[in-house]
């Protein structure tokens, strides 16, 4: 179902995640959503939500005096209960009240998932939509069916949410999936939990695995075996700190045996990771993985069916059916929950519900 923005609708939208934050003024225009002006911040360096506002929304109004928001919806890495969420990966907490009075204009927090879920809702079934499919083993790319879809992505961490047609309106829902447990794959992933145990926490998570510091974890365990990068590029990921290393990973990863296999198992772990909780819900209307890890290396993913293999890799024989009837698609605009937020802002001021 294709749903629409009315032309001229303008947005306050903001993504606050681990790592950065962002503030945009979206509008809606014949051509489609436009992003007039964004500002970016590192989290770690805001004492609050409020010092990104009152810098971005000066600029904002200076730059476009005539674009004045109607609304606006921020979405927060973290659980948001009665319009207040604390942060999982920062120090601070937003409050939906105070937000809504220094920006003047009724504000909506949603977690960042469902931010996501409501971007997916935007832009599926369009041929423009920043989406590319990843086909199963067999080569088929499944149509989708069914009310249900799923949003899966890493990140900073791990998050997951729920997408379900209510009526002629999407409805998102939020959820904590990626601090759940995760299994192992093969014998390999079993002496890598153990040494996530040992070194990391005695009670590893899917998050810890499937993340950027996920690839930091992973990229240890194997210079721990003695099978990670030598020379050059030892020396340089070791320089690094560990939050740069998975970018400097990835970008070795074509030319150094050691870094692509940290990918590859790293995307082993992302597909089973994906196939337990596509089990939970049944996204026979697609499956999505968001995320800028995703989104930058979307070969890694799709090269000898990587992803898909492991994500229908079950005990039970039989669940590679329903798994196999699942569409995928990686996301490939990382500013997804921009757009999100500008419908969920939407959706919130003319009909009061998300």
């Not at 220094?102 to 879920?117: E, Q, Y």
């Not at 080569?139 to 069914?146: D, V």
């Amino acid at each position: 179902m294709k749903h629409e923005i009315p032309i001229g609708f303008t947005a306050l939208a903001a993504d606050v995640g681990g790592t950065n934050t962002s503030l945009a003024l979206v509008r809606s225009e014949p051509e489609g959503l436009k992003t007039l002006s964004r500002r970016r911040y590192g989290t770690a360096s805001l004492g609050s939500f409020e010092e990104a506002l009152e810098d971005a929304l000066p600029r904002f109004k200076k730059e476009f005096p005539d674009a004045q928001p109607a609304a606006g919806c921020v979405s927060a890495a973290g659980p948001v209960k009665s319009g207040r969420v604390q942060l999982t990966n920062a120090l601070w907490a937003i409050d939906q009240q105070a937000v809504s009075e220094s920006a003047r204009i009724p504000v909506r927090i949603v977690n960042d998932f469902s931010a996501l879920c409501y971007g997916v809702a935007l832009f599926e079934g369009r041929d423009d939509g920043p989406f590319v499919r990843l086909p199963h083993p067999d080569g088929s790319l499944p149509e989708p069916s069914g009310p249900v879809r799923l949003v899966v992505g890493a990140g900073t961490g791990i998050g997951v949410g729920y997408l379900v047609d209510h009526g002629s309106e999407p409805r998102a829902y939020p959820s904590e999936g990626g601090h759940s447990d995760i299994g192992e794959v093969d014998e390999e992933t079993v002496r890598l939990r153990a040494f996530v145990r040992e070194h990391i926490s005695p009670m590893p998570g899917a998050e810890l695995f499937v993340s950027g510091q996920g690839i930091e974890h992973i990229y240890r365990f194997l210079t721990h075996e003695r099978r990670g990068p030598q020379g050059a590029v030892a020396r340089e990921l070791e320089a690094a700190t560990p939050s740069e290393r998975p970018a400097l990973i990835a970008g070795h990863a074509k030319r150094d045996a050691a870094c692509a296999h940290v990918l590859e198992l790293f995307v082993r772990l992302y597909g089973k990771f994906a196939g337990s909780a596509a089990l939970s819900f049944l996204p026979y209307g697609g499956l999505y993985l968001a995320g800028g890890i995703t989104a930058k290396n979307i070969a890694w993913f799709s090269e000898n069916h990587r992803f898909t293999n492991a994500f229908r890799a079950n005990y039970n024989p039989s669940m590679q059916t329903p798994l196999s009837q699942i569409p995928i698609s990686a996301v490939t605009d990382y500013g997804l929950s921009l757009y999100g937020c500008t419908f969920a802002a939407y959706l919130w001021l003319n009909r009061e519900r998300l």
